[in-house]
T-cell receptor, first 114, second 110 residues
Framework: DAGVIQSPRHEVTEMGQEVTLRCKPI?????LFWYRQTMMRGLELLIY????????DSGMPEDRFSAKMPNASFSTLKIQPSEPRDSAVYFC????????????FGQGTRLTVV | GENVEQHPSTLSVQEGDSAVIKCTYS??????FPWYKQELGKRPQLIID?????GEKKDQRIAVTLNKTAKHFSLHITETQPEDSAVYFC?????????FGTGTSLTVIP
């Protein structure tokens, strides 16, 4: 398996534009996480899916953020409209939902909103 | 939810010395505690983990200890090398939700 795959690796967009980040989890993993990483706030959990169902989205900053997982092999994180303060590295991670297995991270998407 | 605190936020050691990073957690139901290393510009990767039925685990120069009563766990790196320089994150997990500490930036000075 190639691991967790995220795209794009880098995204530069103008304020107000819609941004969509994509993630393909490791095959067989049934838990998927979206994290945002900044210098100020570290790694923040945005949302967590189990078996394609959103379980905890309390970390989603506001209504401009939305996430979907239409099937076990694909998830998206959308920001609409984007703002400069959304600039960060966004990581997707996946794991087995047995409560005691590591989460594997993708390479991340570096988002810059100008 | 769970609250994980990590200290120190930055740590500098001389090559060959030991480094210790400490974390506390709030939810007594947490039962899995992984440690991740993140090199500059790269993804976090697991370096060692410990489960709640174990008090200590060692893997070469890296060891982790867990005190469930006090709700704290620590990472110990001995004989540090320049390639150990990175950001280290602790995490606590219950029911497969991972909560991360804020990270420790470790610099090993040659």
């Amino acid at each position: 398996d190639a691991g967790v795959i995220q795209s794009p690796r880098h995204e530069v967009t103008e304020m107000g534009q819609e941004v969509t980040l994509r993630c393909k989890p490791i095959s067989g993993h049934n838990s998927l996480f979206w994290y945002r990483q900044t210098m100020m706030r570290g790694l923040e959990l945005l949302i967590y899916f189990n078996n394609n169902v959103p379980i905890d989205d309390s970390g989603m900053p506001e209504d401009r953020f939305s996430a979907k997982m239409p099937n076990a092999s694909f998830s998206t994180l959308k920001i609409q409209p984007s703002e400069p303060r959304d600039s960060a590295v966004y990581f997707c991670a996946s794991s087995f939902s047995d409560g005691a297995t590591e989460a594997f991270f993708g390479q991340g998407t570096r988002l810059t909103v100008v | 939810g769970e609250n994980v605190e990590q200290h120190p936020s930055t740590l500098s050691v001389q090559e060959g010395d030991s480094a210790v990073i400490k974390c506390t957690y709030s939810d007594s139901a947490s039962n899995y505690f992984p440690w991740y290393k993140q090199e500059l510009g790269k993804r976090p990767q697991l370096i060692i983990d410990i489960r709640s039925n174990v008090g200590e685990k060692k893997d070469q120069r890296i060891a982790v200890t867990l005190n469930k009563t006090a709700k704290h766990f620590s990472l110990h790196i001995t004989e540090t090398q320049p390639e150990d320089s990175a950001v280290y994150f602790c995490a606590a997990s219950r029911g497969n939700q991972f909560y991360f500490g804020t990270g420790t930036s470790l610099t090993v000075i040659p």
